[in-house]
């Protein structure tokens, strides 16, 4: 049996429709999903939307429309990911969904509860419906939310109480030892030192009438359930908790949980929390990204800079895309995301880098017709090896863009193998051989990267019994861009 890897991706708010930095948390996951089954694991990826909350009730009323008609448009919006980014999702949850999440968010809220870990309070706080937070005066910068830079509305209501403190120590301890692994090293730290100060209890419903729009708590019909305790429930809900005992045993705990760097707290101190009290075995990775910038700014809708993930892949097409995303922006911090650089890696990384290597090497091998399995020169065999375990490595430290520049340095290697075996002059058969097995490899290891030129680059090759094969000449993967017209445009000219 081989081992299973589950993977999800925050849900999405459905107060807006999905841009860059949306598209980037769901392509890094589609990554790794797709790293995973390729080595034999049985995956189970998972995406979705978070529909409840004020948030979203409040962009409800400024687009003049019902929080169902917003949901149900924007959720599928990031339904259409799946086609605009090709992502591999096998789930795409919806909290509105009464009839796959609802029962398994009762249920957890239930065994909270029958532990003695929700207690009610009058409450007076700062929220920020952004975060959909209460936030303290200590974490305000100037008066206002330091990432949404709007100023916390005051709400004093009663509240029902979610024991959190009572868990510090035990999360602490459950990230320390390396149980549940936040990554990088710098978000793990930075989680610690929250939990060392002693978390805090935390405002786990709304009253009803301030807040319809979410999961009546159940025992409390007065209440609403705290939308983060509705949305962090998703992970086990989509996988049957408290519908199919055993699909849920089959996939939970989750292997990675790929969130950015602005929620680290939900999910490395709340969700550990309500899972220790219901008694549920923790995931076992939280990998933490950064943000993107758009040309060195934070993109926001008042500076008109909002990236659109299918506006780029209309231009580019969706490898290239996904390409930018996994080599360009450090998984572990923040990153640019910039026209002119964009188009500096499609030309040197795409266009002449893989695409090129891969049309050099499919051509001297259409053109050498039926060729036999020969050996494979140590010096190609070791160079797959290393780029393999390198890989491997970069991967388990969620270093992607490190991975993905470690596959191009393959292909580097290839196109000075062929420099150096000039094998159009030498006609040498066993290194046009020895080409082509770098190619399927190198089509291997960029197939989370980039799947679609992957998948064209196998099926060129065509064993036609384990003693021989035949290749195809690959059309051009990566069409040339050029000064007016760029990328997919040129392609459709
Ligand atoms: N609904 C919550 C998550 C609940 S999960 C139980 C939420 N939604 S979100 O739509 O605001 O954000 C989802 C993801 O998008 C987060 O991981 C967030 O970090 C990511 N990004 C939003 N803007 C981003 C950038 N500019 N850059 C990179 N990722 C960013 O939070």
């Avoid at 089509?443 to 021989?468: F, G, M, Q, R, Y």
Wanted: net charge negative; glycine share 8%; charged share 30%.
């Amino acid at each position: 049996m081989p081992d299973k890897f589950y993977v999800t991706t925050p849900i999405y708010y459905v107060n807006d429709k999905p841009h860059i930095g949306h598209a980037y948390t769901s392509v890094v996951a589609d990554f790794l999903a797709r790293y995973h089954k390729a080595r034999g694991e049985e995956t189970f990826f998972l995406t979705g939307t978070d529909e409840h909350g004020q948030k979203n009730v409040e962009a409800a009323k400024e687009a003049g429309k019902t929080f169902k008609e917003l949901s149900d448009e924007n959720s599928a919006k990031f339904k259409e990911l799946k086609e605009v980014l090709n992502l591999s999702w096998n789930d795409f949850i919806r909290t509105s969904d009464k009839e796959k999440h609802w029962p398994g968010a009762i249920e957890l809220w239930k065994r909270i509860e029958a532990n003695g870990d929700i207690y009610e309070d009058e409450y007076e706080g700062l929220y920020c419906v952004g975060c959909e937070a209460f936030l303290t005066e200590k974490e305000l910068v100037d008066g206002l939310c330091p990432i949404h830079k709007t100023k916390p509305e005051l709400l004093k209501e009663k509240n029902l109480f979610f024991r959190l403190s009572k868990y510090s120590d035990e999360i602490g301890q459950k990230i320390e030892s390396g149980e549940l692994e936040v990554l990088p090293e710098t978000r793990r730290n930075e989680i610690l030192s929250l939990i060392k100060s002693g978390l805090k209890d935390v405002s786990f419903s709304r009253p009803k009438e301030k807040l319809a729009w979410g999961i009546p708590v159940p025992g409390h019909e007065d209440q609403t359930m705290y939308v983060w305790c509705d949305a962090l429930s998703n992970y086990i809900t989509a996988v049957g908790f408290g519908r199919d005992e055993k699909e849920f045993k089959k996939w939970w705990p989750a292997d990675a949980h790929i969130i950015g760097k602005d929620i680290l707290r939900f999910h490395a101190a709340i969700w550990p929390g309500m899972l220790l009290s219901a008694g549920l075995p923790l995931p076992k990775g939280i990998y933490v990204h950064g943000f993107i910038t758009i040309e060195g700014e934070k993109m926001s809708k008042s500076l008109g800079n909002v990236v659109k993930p299918e506006n780029l892949v209309e231009k580019y097409g969706r490898d290239a895309v996904r390409y930018y995303l996994l080599g360009e922006i450090p998984s572990h911090e923040d990153g640019d995301f910039s026209s002119e650089r964009f188009e500096e890696r499609y030309r040197s990384d795409l266009a002449n880098g893989l695409g090129n290597f891969a049309s050099r090497v499919s051509t001297l091998a259409e053109d050498a017709g039926e060729l036999k399995n020969s050996e494979v020169s140590g010096e190609i065999t070791s160079e797959i090896e290393i780029a393999r375990k390198n890989i491997e490595e970069a991967v388990s430290q969620f270093k992607l863009h490190e991975a993905v520049s470690t596959v191009w340095g393959l292909i580097h290697f290839g196109d000075g193998y062929i420099d150096e075996k000039k094998p159009w002059e030498s006609k040498d058969l066993g290194v046009i051989f020895n080409l082509v097995v770098l190619l399927d490899n190198i089509a291997s290891l960029v197939s989370p990267i980039t799947p679609e030129a992957a998948e064209k680059i196998t099926n060129s090759i065509e064993w036609k019994s384990k003693d021989s094969l035949k290749v195809k000449k690959v059309e051009a993967l990566f069409p040339r861009l050029n000064e007016e017209n760029s990328g997919r445009q040129a392609r459709l000219k």
